[in-house]
């Protein structure tokens, strides 16, 4: 699969050259606006706006679908290969699976297959200079920033384009198709839904998920944001818990561990799946790529859309060389911690931190070839107005297990360093389908 991301469309690349002839006070003076309207609408984390990218990107329809189509085969190989680790080689589940929380390994061993009733991940993709995309890991367990896109898209219209705003309806939207699944998989219990979208205390994503009740609530549906402090655990069988809420964080024995480990009885998604979005199993899915255990179709996806990664205790030093081609990752940590990319170390360091990584706990490493993803000059909103600076580019694309639901939409990240995150200080690029992003301009 390739993808225009750097290589720009006409519209991107018409968008971006409008902004570059700008004058700069009035470009700086947009961007701050973008800025207003994108935190307004959500693109927020906490009481910090996340930055805007005003330079936007879009992307064919047909390429827009196959990313959703990949990013659906890619989920749906990844429970294959799970549920046949779980069933039919328990010892290297345990060795994948060791670092699990005490509720998400009780959770493992009772309620498995209900977690494969999945209602999204999040597969985050890189794509390389010749437009190859490629598969760096799932998140499949809080798979986040549905509206921060959302947001990103409309802050930009309404100050870029504000007479056109209502060309947005033919832009994909991720929160309302995240909404759309979650009533799809609560489509077997009684109505009227009450839901409930469970958070922990603090939670910086909090703008997001009151958002997204605040839609619910437009559609005529009781919802609301709560904490574990505040959720209602009654058993109501119209009850709907939307699960923002790692389950690391919660006591098996408590009333919330409870529920947590009868999701069908309190109508809770996703269910407890912390297991799927290990990178060890994300590497026993590179190794399976051609099993009989995957559809065709499935293996045809993960051959063409997963780098070759593998398990550091399956792999010698050998095979990594001087670490030039490959990254290191942790196998449980996320938010692109613990990640060694061998290009940026050099040789020496890298050779350091693979030694400290096979010290580690048998099972908590994987390598993983390099997506060596360029960058490109784009337009950042920051606190003065718009700063030309080189970006690494980074699209997610969401899929749901849930039958009925359509492929998912996708959401484009930036940053100056080559581990692409929010947490870490990365912004969002607007995302449009190429027509709608001509259309506005």
């Known amino acids: 699969m390739r993808i225009h991301l750097f290589d720009l469309t006409d519209p991107a690349r018409q968008a971006d050259e409008k902004l570059v002839a700008m004058e700069p006070r009035a470009r700086d003076e ?10 307004a609408l959500g693109l927020m984390r906490g009481p910090t706006p996340i930055p805007l990218v005003l330079s936007p990107c879009s992307l064919p329809g047909e390429e827009l679908s196959a990313l959703g189509r990949g990013a659906r085969l890619i989920t749906s190989a990844l429970v294959k290969v799970a549920r046949e680790l779980i069933e039919r080689r328990p010892e290297k589940a345990r060795l994948l699976f060791h670092h699990l929380s005490p509720l998400e390994r009780e959770a493992l061993a009772r309620r498995w297959r209900e977690a ?52 947005l309806a033919s ?3 991720n929160s309302r198709w995240l909404l759309e699944a979650l009533l799809a998989a609560a489509g077997r219990r009684p109505r009227p839904w009450r839901v ?69 009885r309190h109508g809770m998604w996703n269910r407890v799946d912390g297991w799927l979005e290990t990178k060890g199993l994300f590497a026993e899915l590179s190794v399976q790529a051609r099993e009989p ?5 499935e293996q045809a996806a993960v051959a063409d859309l997963v780098p070759w990664t593998r398990l550091l205790d399956d ?79 980074d699209i997610s694309t969401y899929a749901s297990l849930i039958p009925g639901v359509p492929e998912g939409g996708s959401v484009c990240r930036a940053a100056p360093g080559r581990v692409v995150n929010i947490v870490g200080g990365g912004g969002v690029a607007p995302l449009f389908a190429d027509e709608v992003l001509a259309d506005l301009l």
């Open 30 to 39: 947009l961007a701050r606006e973008a800025q207003r309207k994108a935190s």
């Open 116 to 167: 494969e009733e999945l209602l999204h991940s999040r597969i985050d993709w890189f794509v390389d200079v010749q437009g190859s995309v490629r598969a760096l890991e799932v998140n499949a367990t809080i798979p986040a920033m549905q509206v921060y896109s959302d947001a990103a898209a409309a802050g930009w219209v309404q100050a870029v384009a504000p007479a056109k705003t209502s060309a």
């Open 171 to 173: 832009n994909p939207s």
């Open 196 to 264: 409930q979208i469970l958070h922990r205390e603090g939670d910086p994503q909090v703008t997001e998920l009151r958002a997204l009740a605040q839609m619910l609530r437009e559609r005529g549906m009781e919802a609301r944001t709560c904490t574990p402090d505040e959720v209602e655990l009654d058993g109501d069988p119209r009850g709907v818990i939307y699960r923002h809420l790692f389950a690391r964080h919660v006591d098996p024995g408590s009333p919330l561990g409870d529920a947590f480990l009868d999701p069908e």
């Open 293 to 297: 255990i995957l559809t065709a179709e």
């Open 315 to 393: 792999i010698d030093d050998a095979a990594l060389g001087n670490g030039d081609r490959f990254v290191l990752k942790k196998s449980h940590d996320y938010g692109g911690k613990s990640v060694v990319i061998g290009r940026e170390a050099g040789p020496a360091a890298f050779a350091q931190a693979l030694a400290r990584a096979r010290a580690d706990e048998a099972g908590s490493w994987v390598a993983q070839e390099l997506v060596d993803a360029p960058a490109i000059e784009r337009f950042l909103c920051v606190e003065v107005g718009a700063r030309r600076m080189s970006l690494h580019l």
